[in-house]
């Protein structure tokens, strides 16, 4: 991709809006546009991290068994009626009439509507253990929209619903979303550490939120050092194997970790002091199990081995991806800008022309370029004639993993150099070498 045909924003002064880092490099690397109080267009460098982040994901939603379908945004009141949540969601809801005055809805969430699905098709256990997610827009309207993509109105969610037989398959199929959790996270190179949450009136301990400490955090945490070193669990791990995956959640959960409305001082105080963290966090991803709050009203329900019928029990596994990013960039960034982990970058590697124009130095950024595509890297190649500072700054703040250099000298030397984002490492050398470099390094 040639950075003079390529649209990107990027601000050169600090917006004034923003109150948080994440914000703040988001809107000047262009990668976000706002269009009203918490609702943003995401611009093609954003679209790439969004799609990047999302791709993971799915990977790792299907891997735990979950399908994925696509529900629509605007929602029929009369399914929220049948839960009674119509009238009990508040204010956050955005409530909408169509032409000949039905009352619709712009979906916050989708349990009612994936029961609808559920109950429509499936009548026998032998159909289970059945979980269904999609990637969709939601609207809240929260009370005060901020940070970004942190906090805003319209949000992405990855929403996945499971539905099983009973109180054992509903804790199984939770356990396999933890797990997933585990290693979607972590594999955008974020430590997420799962809180035990609260459950309300469905009681027991089937809730956690995933949440990565930072400063900027809008929830106070408390957790055991332990789990910054805590290993998760390899693509190998098996999902068919309900006790494997138990374990794994029961090593998860062992040392302490908790929200601040879960927090319980005499259990902290148990934990030896030194391994302590009381700390802020934000919430990136939240399962629950919630049994037959919805199956129940809603006439969800199976025919069992017994050959009576039981109302599924059921839970709902939210990740926000717009958030996720945001969370990505309060973890990994410095004074210059985003840095970006390997597996969510918007590109592999920026090229840079340091003389645009000069036969030898375009010559091989071409061959830089191709070598690069070919060998299956995102280059974003930048040929415009800005000065070299202006070219270094840029690609410091969009934050690839890998900048090329290429500079009059270097190419007369039959070199170019190769910087490494994270740790300002440099390199010389010549253009194959290069190429064959970074094509180790992705
Ligand atoms: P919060 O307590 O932060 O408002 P929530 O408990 O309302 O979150 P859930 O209903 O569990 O969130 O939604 C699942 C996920 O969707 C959250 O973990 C978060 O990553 C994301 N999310 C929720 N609200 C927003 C929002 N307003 N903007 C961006 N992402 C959001
Ligand atoms: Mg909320």
């Known amino acids: 991709m040639r950075l003079s045909r390529y649209f990107l924003p990027i601000l050169k002064e600090n917006p004034r809006e923003a109150d948080i880092v994440s914000h703040r490099l988001m809107l000047r690397a262009g990668m976000i546009r706002q269009q009203a109080a918490g609702s943003f267009s995401w611009l093609p460098l954003g679209k790439r991290v969004l799609d990047k982040v999302n791709a993971i994901i799915r990977e790792e939603q299907n891997r735990a068994g979950a399908q994925e379908i696509l529900m629509p945004t605007i929602q029929s009141a009369e399914l929220w009626r049948e839960s009674g949540r119509y009238d009990d969601y508040g204010k956050e809801m955005l409530r909408i009439q169509d032409r000949h005055e039905r009352d619709m809805l712009f979906g916050p969430t989708n349990e009612e509507m994936v029961t609808d699905i559920f109950r429509s098709y499936v009548k026998s256990y032998k159909d289970l253990p059945l979980n269904l997610y999609h990637i969709q827009w939601k609207f809240r309207d929260e009370v005060r929209p901020r940070f970004g993509v942190m906090r805003s109105r319209e949000f992405l969610m990855k929403d996945a619903y499971s539905f099983d ?193 000069d036969p030898g130095c375009d010559g091989a950024c071409a061959r830089l370029e191709t070598g690069l595509e070919n060998a299956g890297l995102d280059v974003l190649h930048d040929d415009t004639d800005d000065r070299a500072g202006a070219k270094f700054a840029t690609a410091d703040l969009i934050g690839a993993p890998w900048q090329v250099i290429v500079g009059p000298r270097g190419v007369a030397a039959g070199e170019v150099e190769i910087k490494n984002r994270k740790t300002g490492a440099r390199e010389s050398l010549p253009v194959e070498a290069a190429i064959n470099r970074l094509a180790q390094e992705k």
């Open 165 to 357: 037989l009973d109180y054992d398959g509903a804790k199984a199929a939770y356990n396999r979303m933890f797990v997933s959790y585990l290693r979607t996270f972590s594999r955008m190179g974020l430590q997420a550490i799962p809180m035990r949450a609260d459950t309300g009136p469905i009681g027991g301990d089937l809730s956690h939120e995933f949440i990565i400490l930072a400063d900027t955090g809008e929830s106070a945490v408390f957790c055991e050092r332990a789990y910054l070193d805590m290993a998760v669990p390899g693509a190998d791990v098996n999902y068919g194997d309900d006790g494997e995956i138990a374990g794994i959640v029961k090593a998860w959960t062992t040392p302490y970790a908790a929200t601040d409305e879960m927090h319980d001082e005499k259990a902290w105080e148990a934990a030896p002091i030194e391994g302590r963290v009381s700390a802020r966090g934000i919430e990136v991803g939240h399962i629950f199990h919630f049994g037959t709050k919805y199956s129940k009203p809603m006439g969800a329900k199976v025919t069992g081995p017994d050959g009576k019928e039981h109302f599924v029990s059921m839970g709902s596994y939210g990740i926000g991806p717009s958030r996720l990013i945001a969370a990505i960039i309060e973890a990994s960034h410095d004074e210059a800008g985003i840095i970006w982990p390997k597996a969510v970058a918007p590109f592999d590697a920026v090229l840079i022309n340091m003389k645009a124009g």
